[in-house]
T-cell receptor
Framework: SQQGEEDPQALSIQEGENATMNCSYKTSINNLQWYRQNSGRGLVHLILIRSNEREKHSGRLRVTLDTSKKSSSLLITASRAADTASYFCATDATGANSKLTFGKGITLSVRP | EAGVTQSPTHLIKTRGQQVTLRCSPISGHTSVYWYQQALGLGLQFLLWYDEGEERNRGNFPPRFSGRQFPNYSSELNVNALELEDSALYLC????????????FGPGTRLLVL
């Protein structure tokens, strides 16, 4: 079963708007990571947040982590058409021995 | 710096055949991970190799196997191919395990007919 479950499954917004994507997981984690995938190709690492961190920023990305609720959110501000992609959260669960567990992903479409 | 490379990019096989996929990690990375991304199933962890040893294995049958060479490149072998093996196979590498970022290659798309 998937450790990470993203929602919504699909999101369509206008360029310039903010996009918020959520991820929930089931077990305790060492860290949670967000990746982007364009057109079914390789994944690009976006940001990693450790279990003792609550918020992290990288450019237009803001990630939050709530370990009590076992959830994370990824906010992309001022979206661009180039942000159109699938986004995945991945958890490095405690004791998982470097096995990353991915959710099924969120398809983000940014309309020009 | 070159990223993770995979070959071939695309592959078509028939049921029962065997396939070998190849991955070269980023220079200096010792860990290689393999994932399967089948339609509708998301990414599933297959195998992790570090320093030439298999360190972890996902929930896949034994016909999925691999190895890591002294130069840290890796092969994924799939025997007795089944239709449901059709997927994008992604390789990733990292400097060290636990809390390190995995860098992904472009993948090999396998179609089993």
């Amino acid at each position: 079963s998937q450790q990470g479950e993203e929602d919504p499954q699909a999101l369509s917004i206008q360029e310039g708007e903010n996009a918020t994507m959520n991820c929930s997981y089931k077990t305790s984690i060492n860290n949670l990571q967000w990746y982007r995938q364009n057109s079914g190709r390789g994944l690009v690492h976006l940001i990693l947040i450790r279990s003792n961190e609550r918020e992290k920023h990288s450019g237009r990305l803001r990630v939050t982590l709530d370990t009590s609720k076992k959830s994370s959110s990824l906010l992309i501000t001022a979206s661009r058409a180039a942000d159109t992609a699938s986004y995945f959260c991945a958890t490095d669960a405690t004791g998982a021995n470097s096995k990353l567990t991915f959710g099924k992903g969120i398809t983000l479409s940014v309309r020009p | 710096e070159a990223g993770v490379t995979q070959s071939p990019t695309h592959l078509i096989k028939t049921r029962g055949q065997q396939v070998t996929l190849r991955c070269s990690p980023i220079s200096g990375h010792t860990s290689v991970y393999w994932y399967q991304q089948a339609l509708g199933l998301g990414l599933q962890f297959l195998l992790w190799y570090d320093e030439g040893e298999e360190r972890n294995r996902g929930n896949f049958p034994p016909r999925f196997s691999g190895r890591q060479f002294p130069n840290y490149s890796s092969e994924l072998n799939v025997n007795a191919l089944e239709l449901e093996d059709s997927a994008l196979y992604l390789c990733a590498s990292s400097l060290k395990y636990n809390q390190e970022t995995q860098y992904f290659g472009p993948g090999t798309r396998l179609l089993v007919l």
